[in-house]
C-alpha cells in the first residue's frame, strides 16, 4: 500500500483499485489500471465497459455517475426553470405593464369627455326647450293647477 503506483502501462500494475492512483481508470473486468482516453469524454467499451469502469474513487462506477450527474442537473435545470417562471408572474400580476396603463388612462378621458359633452348637450337641449315652451316640467299638471 505505501508503494507509488503510476498509471503508465507496464510500470508496476496495481492488483487493488485502492492501489490506483486517481488520475488513471481503474476497470474491474480485467484488473487493470490504464490511462483515462482523454479524446473521449467517456471511456470506449472496447476499454472498459462503463460498468466496471472507475476513476477517482473506486466505489463509483461510470454509470451510476453518468446517471447522477443527469439526475442533478436535470434537477437544477427544472429550477431554474421554475424560478423564471414564478418570477415572471409574480412581476406581471404586481403591477400592469405600460400598454395597460396607457389604455386604461385613455379609457377615464373618454368617459370624462363623453360626460362633459352629454351635460353640454343636455343643456342645450333645455335652452332649446325653453325658447319654444317645450320644456318639460316635473310636474306636467302643474299647468293646469295655476289657470
Not at 490506483?20 to 465497459?49: G, I
Not at 453518468?66 to 442537473?73: A, E, H
Not at 352629454?118 to 299638471?141: C, Q, V
Request: proline share 5%; aromatic share 8%; glycine share 4%.
Amino acid at each position: 500500500m505505501g508503494r507509488a503506483v503510476f498509471c503508465v502501462l507496464g510500470i508496476l500494475q496495481p492488483v487493488k483499485c485502492t492501489d490506483a492512483c486517481p488520475q488513471c481508470l481503474w476497470c474491474n473486468t480485467n484488473k487493470a489500471c490504464l490511462d483515462y482516453p482523454v479524446k473521449n469524454v467517456l471511456p470506449p467499451a472496447s476499454l472498459c465497459k462503463l460498468s466496471s469502469a472507475r476513476w477517482g474513487v473506486c466505489w463509483v462506477n461510470f454509470e451510476a455517475l453518468i446517471i447522477t450527474m443527469s439526475v442533478v442537473g436535470g434537477a437544477f435545470l427544472l429550477g431554474v426553470a421554475v424560478c423564471c417562471c414564478c418570477c415572471c408572474r409574480r412581476k406581471r400580476s404586481r403591477k400592469p405593464d405600460r400598454s395597460e396603463e396607457k389604455a386604461m388612462r385613455e379609457r377615464e378621458e373618454r368617459r370624462i369627455r363623453q360626460e362633459e359633452r352629454r351635460a353640454e348637450m343636455k343643456t342645450r337641449h333645455d335652452e332649446i326647450r325653453k325658447k319654444y315652451g317645450l320644456f318639460k316640467e316635473e310636474n306636467p299638471y302643474a299647468r293646469f293647477e295655476n289657470n
